[in-house]
């Protein structure tokens, strides 16, 4: 039997990005997770890219850090258990217009604690300072999902944030499944 892979909002994602992304390129992974996206990140930047995560849990990030050694790209990323919201503090200043890409998965860890989401408000904060950091040309991708808990609300209110950068940006995309309202909703947005 052939196992046809799964078509999903974050393979998009990565088969957009990835051309993108040129080696040398410095990015942020603001939401680490499992380290699905770090790692993509890490792999499309190159052994002369940098990439810097953020995650509020300890646990995600001792697995993404292990996921990234085994690859060989612990080197090139800097992972902080600090929430996204804390952005400018702690990022290095180098990086302030450098930055080509960031991205956001945003809501729970899979097969982790549900209730340790991504909040509206303080998503809007990191998306705010993102986007100043991002350098001319740089994109950032953000997929959220309305069907848990909070997450229409978390959903609107990226929607507010992307409409106040829309005259600003050279592009914005946003990508969801037609007729449902819940399903996941992917924006990329060009600066
Ligand atoms: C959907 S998961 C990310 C999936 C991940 N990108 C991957 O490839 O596995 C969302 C993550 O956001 C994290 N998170 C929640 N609030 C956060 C915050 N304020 N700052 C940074 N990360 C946060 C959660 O701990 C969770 O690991």
Redesign the pocket.
């Known amino acids: 039997m052939t196992v046809r892979p799964r078509l999903s909002l974050v393979r998009m994602a990565h088969a957009c990005l990835g051309p993108f992304l040129r080696p040398g390129d410095w990015a942020v992974?603001?939401?680490?997770?499992?380290?699905?996206?770090t790692v993509f990140l890490a792999r499309a930047v190159g052994p002369t890219g940098r990439v810097f995560g953020?995650?509020?849990?300890a646990a995600?990030l001792e697995r993404a850090e292990r996921r990234l050694v085994e690859e060989g790209f612990g080197e090139r990323v800097t992972l902080r258990q600090v929430?996204?919201?804390h952005f400018a503090e702690v990022m290095p200043l180098e990086a302030r217009g450098r930055l080509r890409c960031a991205m956001f998965?945003?809501?729970?860890?899979?097969g982790?604690d549900r209730t340790?989401?991504?909040r509206a408000e303080?998503t809007v904060a990191a998306l705010r300072q993102t986007w100043e950091w991002l350098g001319e040309g740089g994109v950032v991708s953000i997929i959220a999902y309305p069907g848990h808990p909070g997450g229409a609300e978390e959903a609107a209110a990226v929607a507010g944030w992307v409409e106040s950068v829309r005259t600003a940006a050279r592009t914005a995309y946003r990508t969801q499944v037609v007729g449902r309202p819940e399903a996941p909703v992917w924006w990329l947005v060009m600066k």
Do not use: E, K, S
Request: glycine share 22%; net charge negative.
């Open positions: 992974d603001a939401t680490v997770g499992n380290g699905g996206d953020f995650d509020i849990q995600a929430g996204h919201q998965n945003l809501g729970y860890l899979p982790g340790r989401t991504t303080t």
